[in-house]
């Protein structure tokens, strides 16, 4: 099994959908992020926590939102998707930055 | 706030031919620096990283990178490119905000191409 687990990895949803994207992970990591990655504009953090009290804005948060509902398990949610919302979206543990990022498979979203 | 600067959206090199990709940094104090590669419809994967002491790094697949604090600089490199080689490459530096929380920023990524 992955260290890092993201589900659903590929989904189509409709503009005005609510949509949940799930992580998980077995690493005992208490450092989450979700980013988004768009062609040309590499990876942009959405959403950070430390712990499940923690939880932080990225540079891109509006329309999005997150639930660390226990230490292995972030969701990110989006309330009401727009087609602008269409990209690539990973998941990140760290228990230390000087050890870097486990990141998940991703998630591919499309918003019609 | 940190940041990193992969100036080439492309590289294209023949197989069996050196290699190099182009990473510059922006940080206050001491730079923790980050190659990571994506593989077509995969996760983000760690090759290696520059935190302190020696300035040439060291990492997976025969990837290596130098650290030049001179020329702000943390290019990767290998000295014999494969076509398995072919892939997305990020530099990421760590950014420390005011709340102390550590996160890593990422450049935007440079395509790998090595042709047969």
């Known amino acids: 099994d992955a260290d890092v687990t993201q589900t659903p990895r590929n989904r189509i949803t409709k503009t005005g959908k609510r949509i949940m994207l799930e992580c998980s992970q077995t690493?005992?990591?208490?450092?989450m992020y979700w980013y988004r990655q768009d062609p040309g504009l590499g990876l942009r953090l959405i959403y950070y926590s430390f712990d499940v009290k923690d939880i932080n804005k990225g540079e891109i948060s509006d329309g999005y939102s997150v639930s660390r509902q226990a230490q292995a398990k972030f969701s990110l949610s989006l309330e009401s998707a727009i087609p602008n919302q269409t990209a690539l979206y990973f998941c990140?543990?760290?228990?230390?930055?000087?050890?870097?990022?486990?990141f998940g498979s991703g998630t591919r979203l499309t918003v019609v | 706030a940190q940041s990193v600067a992969q100036p080439e959206d492309q590289v294209n090199v023949a197989e069996g031919n050196p290699l190099t990709v182009k990473c510059t940094y922006s940080?206050?104090?001491?730079?923790?620096l980050f190659w990571y590669v994506q593989y077509p419809n995969r996760g983000l994967q760690f090759l290696l990283k520059?935190?302190?002491?020696?300035?040439l790094v060291k990492g997976s697949y025969g990837f290596e990178a130098e650290f030049n604090k001179s020329q702000t600089s943390f290019h990767l490199k290998k000295p014999s490119a494969l076509v398995s080689d072919s892939a997305l490459y990020f530099c990421a530096v760590r950014d420390v905000g005011n709340t102390g929380f550590q996160k890593l920023v990422f450049g935007t990524g440079t395509r790998l191409l090595v042709s047969p």
């Open positions: 940080v206050s104090g001491n730079p923790y």
């Open positions: 520059y935190i302190t002491g020696d300035n």
């Open positions: 690493k005992g990591h208490d450092r």
């Open positions: 990140a543990t760290s228990d230390s930055l000087s050890n870097g990022y486990t």
